[in-house]
């Protein structure tokens, strides 16, 4: 708890440094969201197994021809997943997230992928098995829905990480929906950040196993500790990112820093892995701004 809560005080000081740089900067902010998309797109589809490398996902989305065959579900799961993103963080701010946003997201999802399932709960006798457990039956999934949503708004007080992390672990508990489950919760924790005045998060794919692990402690002890990690994390790397931006600062690779200043780069990554040192992970790549203090 005292850890959840040193990262919380972390969070809401980088918040405050991103609010004060980011003024007057609408037009920088705007090009740091929309680069930011082909990298959403390819962590959170690569966690669902998609076979797309990132240079590929983004000459899908540029419409550039690839090298080898890529089969149509793969196309529309980058092309559909990029509106989905980039129209969360037009609309965010604006409307409030409820049963019907959530349909509405999972329509843009699934078109011209399953269109008989998209914008829809799951009815009749489709189950699904998530883990090792069955999820709810289709009748109870518009309740437990609600019963999810109105925890998550009755808890506006509460640390941002612990609710975006139950909300997260609720919602694929219920895995409401035939498919794309992953990616509507993954851009579910988006919405209601950007919502709340939080950035929003890219949960890496090179961090799917820890991923989870999260969901096997929740399904078993109903713990969140694990998530919290995750979303505290993928936070702080966020605004450890944009600020690198705003603020002016030059943006190298960790590798050319620790040369630049003879520090160790093993010593350097475990300490991004950290996030004791404002190091953000941008295309798979380490960087920091050469005057972040270490």
Do not use: C
């Amino acid at each position: 708890m005292t850890k959840t809560l040193s990262v919380y005080q972390k969070i809401n000081s980088l918040r405050e440094r991103y609010y004060a740089a980011s003024v007057g900067k609408q037009s920088l902010l705007k090009l740091l969201s929309e680069t930011e998309v082909a990298e959403q797109v390819y962590n959170s589809n690569a966690i669902e197994n998609s076979t797309l490398s990132l240079e590929e996902t983004e000459k899908i989305l540029l419409q550039i021809d690839l090298d080898r065959y890529i089969s149509e579900r793969e196309i529309f799961e980058a092309k559909n997943l990029a509106r989905v993103v980039a129209y969360i963080d037009a609309k965010a701010k604006d409307q409030e997230f409820n049963i019907e946003m959530m349909l509405l997201l999972h329509k843009m999802l699934i078109a011209n992928i399953r269109d008989d399932i998209a914008g829809r709960f799951r009815k009749d006798d489709e189950w699904v098995k998530v883990a090792n457990h069955i999820a709810p039956g289709p009748k109870e999934v518009p309740g437990k829905i609600e019963t999810m949503l109105s925890k998550y708004h009755a808890s506006n007080h509460e640390n941002i990480i612990k609710r975006i992390a139950l909300l997260h672990l609720s919602f694929e508990h219920i895995h409401p929906f035939v498919d794309g489950n992953g990616r509507i919760g993954r851009v579910l924790n988006n919405y209601m950040l950007i919502r709340e005045g939080f950035v929003p998060v890219n949960i890496k794919f090179i961090d799917r196993k820890m991923y989870y692990e999260a969901f096997k402690e929740f399904d078993a002890t109903g713990d969140t500790t694990v998530m919290e990690g995750i979303v505290g994390k993928a936070l702080t790397n966020s605004y450890y990112k944009r600020l690198a931006y705003l603020e002016g600062k030059e943006i190298i690779t960790l590798s050319d820093y620790s040369k630049k200043n003879k520090i160790s780069h093993s010593n350097l990554i475990n300490k991004a892995n950290r996030q004791t040192i404002e190091a953000f992970l941008e295309k798979g790549v380490w960087k920091i701004g050469i005057t972040a203090i270490l």
